[in-house]
């Protein structure tokens, strides 16, 4: 079941709500159906991201003395 945004045209609260097909969610404040779904972005946690090593000045191995440093170039 997908996570859904919406704000309430009743009372403008707004909320997340788990939506199956079938269901008609309804405002949690006020009980109003009268609901303006809105659009989600996704997050993405720092921590799932892979960590890429420091790029340096030859923009290869991050050698802090600079190009050919490394014996790369």
Do not use: W
Request: proline share 11%.
């Amino acid at each position: 079941m997908p996570i859904f945004e919406y704000v309430c045209r009743g009372c403008d609260h707004r909320f997340e709500k788990l939506v199956s097909a079938s269901s008609e969610p309804e405002c949690p404040t006020c009980r109003s159906r009268d609901l303006a779904r809105q659009l989600s972005v996704f997050a993405v946690n720092a921590k799932s991201a892979p960590e890429r090593p420091a790029v340096g000045p030859c923009g290869t191995c991050g050698d802090p003395r600079g190009p050919g440093s490394c014996s790369r170039n």
